[in-house]
Structures are given as structure tokens and as C-alpha cells.
């Protein structure tokens, strides 16, 4: 066992699977079997864009769930075979944000899959800063690690839902049903939403949205959301609003989807429109609540793994695609078909 097969990102649109050397860890340092890495949507716009914090090549992927296989040892936090599930940030614990509990916005801004090696592989080297900082959560013996990889996406779904502060009883519009999409709509309804509408333009996608619980799936290219919202919410509008699906137009009409108090989540970054022209006499006469979110903190990647665990929605419904190591780059058109929901890769397959 010297060496372990890894797929790097060599160039835009270009991953190859790579033969590397068995990684060596150091006294303060974790090896991790990779047995589940989702494919995020970031992991997407980095294969197609590029970024900043990536230089190739480099092995991207933050949505890890595996297996300990070597414990440095300075460290005394785990046992070899313990199966985990891994949080996307490498907080400093230093700065001013990771003395906050804020570590997603460590001012370092280091991420697994960015400034070092991640998931896309056989195994991944944990480093010392991610260990103690970081979050390693171990997840229950019958979670599968498929669904346990959904942690990190589904942190940052919680995340957002208690920024915006969703109350039950609300008539929730989710913008988008895509993987992130279809998590807020069932965890939306889990948590009480009365009525969950899905505005959401592909067919397949669609009936996804039924299937993860929306009440109601506006299709745009045929309806007016605005006035569809109002018919189904007596005239007042939606009490919260969540938008994951990156469009400045709808960016701008959730404004007039939300009733008076009403509250927005802007959950999916815009990247190719930099500036959105927005009403803000909106925002002020009525009087609306508007957050951003981005990432999550680590409590609330250990409340996700408590939810996959005890089950709490079916999060086996959004993995719809599966493949081993060698497919990667599969992987990735399949995510970029958009076609199903999570394309998850299974390094031991
Ligand atoms: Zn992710
Ligand atoms: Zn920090």
C-alpha cells in the first residue's frame, strides 16, 4: 500500500485521475479513508471558473465522510476506525471570528479542498488547525457515509434557516430545487412550514420539489410567481423567501413575493452579475428582514449530522447519482446536467 489513486483538478474543465504516493502524517495530523464525497456546487464553479485559494493541481472536495486509518500521535481526540463526517472549514482559532465560534469567516479563509487536498480521493491527510479547529464529527454505526457526506451542504442549509428565522406556521417560497434547494423544502416543512411553495424552471426538477414536500410547484416560464403567491397566500405575500438559485431577476422579485415583515434568506452567490439593482423602498415600507448566508458554523454542522442520524427528514432522496473514483469527472457533468440532486463519488467502490 505506497501509493493511492486521486483525482486532481489539473486546469479548468480538467480533472485527472492521478496515481500519488500513500500520504505520510505528521505527530498532530489525521489520515481519513474517504468512503463518500458529495460534489457541491462550489466544487462545480472552481472545475469551470477557477479560484482564487486553488492552485493546481489540487485535489478539490469538502463534503467528506470516512473512516480514521492513522492517528499522529500528538493526537488524542480519535481511534482508528471511528466514522466521521467532516465540516468544509479551517478555522485559525485565533483571529478575531474564530474567537467569535465564528470560524466559517476565520479571516485566513482556509477551506479542505482549497488550500489543501481534499476528498476527491482514496484518502485525505486532516491537518492540525482542522483537527482542533475544525469540525470532525463522528456519525452514528447506521448512517451510511453516502448520507453522512450531506452534512456540509445540509449545515449550511441550517444555517440559513436560522438566520432567517422561519417560523412554523409560514408559507415558505424556496427559489430553486436543486440539491440545497430540496433540503430547505423538506427541512422547511419539518420545521413547521405550513405551506411550501417551489418556484423552479426544469421539468425533472419539478417534480423533485413535489417529492421533497413542497406543497406547490410554480413553474415561471408559464406563471406569474408574484401573483401566484399572492392567490395562495389570501393577497399578503410569502412570510419567508429563500433563494437558491443565482439570478438576479429573482433576486429582485423575491422582494415582491415577501409580504410586509417578511423575511429573505439570499443563499446562492451571483457570480457572473456582480451588481443587482434591487427596490429597496421594498425593503423599507415593508419593513423586511433581509440576510445573507454563506457556510456554517460548527454547531450547526454538528446539528446536521444529529438530523442525518436520527433521520429527521429522508435525506437518502437527495442523492440521486453515485460513482467511484475513477468517474469523476462523470460525476461532475452528471452535477452540471442538473438532472437530479447530489452526485455523490464513492472512493471505495
Ligand atoms: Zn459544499
Ligand atoms: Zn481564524
Same mark, same amino acid.
Given at each position: 500500500m505506497n501509493s493511492m489513486y486521486a483525482v486532481a483538478l489539473t486546469g479548468k474543465n480538467a480533472l485527472t485521475l492521478q496515481k500519488r504516493e500513500y500520504p505520510t502524517i505528521g505527530p498532530d495530523e489525521v489520515l481519513l479513508k474517504v468512503h463518500a464525497i458529495g460534489v457541491c456546487g462550489s466544487d462545480l464553479r472552481i472545475y469551470q471558473n477557477g479560484d482564487d485559494r486553488v492552485h493546481y493541481p489540487r485535489v478539490i472536495g469538502h463534503e467528506i465522510a470516512g473512516e480514521v486509518l492513522e492517528i499522529g500521535s500528538q493526537v488524542t481526540r480519535f481511534r482508528m476506525g471511528d466514522r466521521v463526517t467532516l465540516g468544509a472549514h479551517i478555522p485559525c482559532g485565533e483571529c478575531y471570528f474564530c474567537q467569535k465560534n465564528e470560524g466559517h469567516f476565520c479571516v485566513l479563509g482556509r477551506s479542505v479542498g482549497y488550500q489543501i487536498d481534499g476528498g476527491f480521493a482514496e484518502y485525505v491527510v486532516l491537518p492540525k488547525e482542522f483537527i482542533e479547529n475544525g469540525s470532525i464529527q463522528k456519525i452514528a454505526d447506521n448512517t451510511s457515509y453516502e448520507l453522512a457526506s450531506l452534512s456540509e451542504p445540509f449545515s449550511c442549509v441550517l444555517s440559513g434557516l436560522h438566520e432567517v428565522k422561519m417560523e412554523a406556521g409560514d408559507t415558505v417560497v424556496v427559489y430553486g430545487a436543486g440539491a440545497i434547494g430540496c433540503m430547505y423544502i423538506a427541512a422547511a416543512k419539518k420545521m413547521g412550514a405550513a405551506k411550501v411553495i417551489a418556484v423552479q424552471r426544469s421539468k425533472p426538477r419539478q417534480k423533485l420539489a413535489l417529492e421533497a414536500g413542497a406543497d406547490i410547484v410554480i413553474d415561471p416560464t408559464i406563471t406569474d410567481t408574484v401573483q401566484k403567491v399572492r392567490e395562495e397566500t389570501e393577497g399578503l405575500g410569502a412570510d419567508t423567501v429563500i433563494i437558491t438559485a443565482p439570478s438576479a431577476q429573482v433576486q429582485k422579485e423575491a422582494l415582491e413575493v415577501a409580504k410586509q415583515l417578511g423575511k429573505l434568506l439570499f443563499f446562492a452567490g451571483n457570480k457572473s452579475v456582480k451588481e443587482t439593482s434591487l427596490n429597496t423602498n421594498h425593503i423599507i415600507y415593508k419593513q423586511l428582514h433581509i440576510v445573507g448566508t454563506h457556510g456554517a458554523p460548527r454547531h450547526l454542522h454538528i446539528e446536521a449530522v444529529k438530523w442525518i442520524d436520527e433521520m429527521?427528514?429522508? @435525506?437518502? @432522496? @437527495?442523492?440521486t447519482h453515485t460513482f467511484p473514483l475513477a468517474e469523476t469527472e462523470k460525476a461532475f457533468q452528471t452535477a452540471l446536467d442538473k438532472d437530479g440532486l447530489k452526485v455523490v463519488v464513492i472512493p471505495t467502490q
Open positions: 429527521l427528514i429522508d @435525506f437518502s @432522496f @437527495f442523492v
